[in-house]
């Protein structure tokens, strides 16, 4: 099995670098790359760049923490930031091997994707609706160990492999200079779904006009919560909390805004309560969440705080309702949170009229710029009319950020303790590649 991990790994390198190489051929569309000599040049001082914007350093190389994005709101949308933050001039012309650029850069920052091969694939149009466009792709795969603590006929230890994520797709901006847009499709089907239901995970407009606002229109992530709705490509650990996995990270088509301001965030969208394009309009949903950051003012001097909380309610064969609330904190190296939820119903990944409630609490902390542990506790109730029937969680794990989350090696030993059925431990072994 762990041969099949590896091979499955190395041949999904061998497409994305397959898809790089043919990338480069964009050039005759006078897509012009970007000479990283300089920037690292640049870096030995105080700044480096790392997708597509400069961040300052400490004098031990971490990111300093006023740069740091502070809630999922922010990061879900901040990619458009920096991909318009960066103009044609800043694209020159380089003869190295693709694969010598992609070892030069030196990404940082991990609150946030950055993509490899940025530069490669971005190209500038004079004329047309588009004026500029990058395509993008990913892939996250996993390598689940499985242990029982007690072994009869109804239990047994299993490997098994887990393809997180393989997308494709791309980031755009139309000739207004206004607004921006995203498409990303999923190559592989989840499962209970066909084909079709789960290829499109996003495709929306965001419009700018408005200052400190962004305007949403299309399919894309519910803010059901802060961990539900955070991108799947900087999770701490290799799997959501489990009230986040049950109420959350899900997509939904309507229409949002997203407020952006240094002591307050909001999210406030109305949508169709349907998943996955099963029907067109089962019924209407509205989310809203708001984050207070009481710190915004003082510049990261004392660390960050969120404090935020939020509601997803609608109606799809029954009423449902999800409240949450959420507090972290975030100091030079360390970061630590905790978020409840309690649901009368509920609509994630499936629909269920079922009352349900847990939390959890996550500590981290960075021992170099590039390696990160962290631990995890996870306590969820899937069915508050039946007893002893919680479940635990208990999860320690390593981050290795070759490349910022660009290039992210996974380590977690997760231990899980069940009311109605044996404990059992769990050893994931992941890889991520954003390109």
């Not at 030069?104 to 004079?126: A, C, G, H, V």
């Not at 072994?151 to 997180?164: K, L, R």
């Amino acid at each position: 099995m762990i041969k099949k991990f590896l091979r499955i790994n190395l041949i999904a390198m061998l497409m994305f670098f397959s898809y790089a190489s043919l990338s480069c051929c964009a050039e005759e569309l006078n897509v012009i790359e970007n000479d990283y000599d300089s920037v690292i040049e640049e870096m030995h001082e105080t700044i480096t760049e790392t997708n597509d914007t400069v961040n300052h350093l400490d004098n031990k190389n971490f990111v300093l923490i006023q740069d740091e994005v502070d809630d999922s709101m922010e990061v879900e949308y901040t990619i458009f930031d920096n991909f318009n933050r960066m103009p044609k001039e800043a694209f020159i012309k380089s003869e190295e091997p693709l694969f010598a650029r992609i070892m030069k850069q030196e990404i940082t920052r991990t609150d946030m994707p950055s993509y490899l091969l940025k530069n490669e694939t971005t190209m500038f149009f004079e004329r047309g609706p588009i004026r500029k466009i990058q395509t993008i792709g990913a892939f996250s795969g996993k390598l689940n160990m499985n242990f029982s603590s007690h072994y009869d006929q109804f239990t047994y230890d299993s490997t098994e492999y887990d393809f997180g994520f393989t997308q494709i797709g791309a980031l755009g901006k139309f000739a207004d200079n206004q607004t921006d847009f995203k498409v990303l499709f999923n190559l592989r089907p989840s499962k209970g779904l066909n084909y079709m239901q789960s290829f499109v995970a996003d495709a929306y407009l965001v419009n700018n006009r408005i200052p400190h606002h962004k305007v949403i229109v299309g399919h894309s992530c519910n803010s059901t919560g802060f961990e539900g709705s955070m991108s799947g490509y900087i999770l701490p650990l290799a799997s959501r909390s489990q009230i986040s996995r049950t109420f959350g990270n899900n997509r939904a088509t309507g229409a949002k805004i997203i407020g952006d301001y240094s002591l307050v965030d909001y999210s406030i969208g109305a949508s169709s309560s349907d998943r996955n394009f099963h029907e067109f309009f089962p019924g209407g949903e509205f989310t809203g969440w708001v984050n207070l950051k009481p710190l915004g003012k003082t510049d990261g001097r004392y660390g960050k705080l969120t404090v935020g909380g939020g509601i997803n309610t609608g109606k799809n064969q029954d009423g449902y309702t999800v409240g949450g609330l959420y507090v972290g904190y975030k100091y030079k190296r360390l970061f630590a949170n905790f978020e409840c939820a309690a649901a009368d119903g509920y609509n994630g990944y499936y629909v269920s009229d079922k009352r349900a409630s847990g939390f959890y609490s996550t500590i981290g902390y960075k021992i170099t710029p590039k390696v990160q542990i962290v631990a995890r506790y996870d306590q969820f109730d899937p069915d508050k009319s039946k007893i002893n029937d919680l479940r635990r969680e208990i999860t320690a794990g390593v981050n290795w950020f070759v490349k910022g989350q660009a290039i992210r090696f996974i380590f977690n030993y997760v231990f899980c303790m069940n009311q109605n059925s044996p404990d059992s431990h769990r050893i994931v072994i992941g890889t991520q590649f954003l390109l």
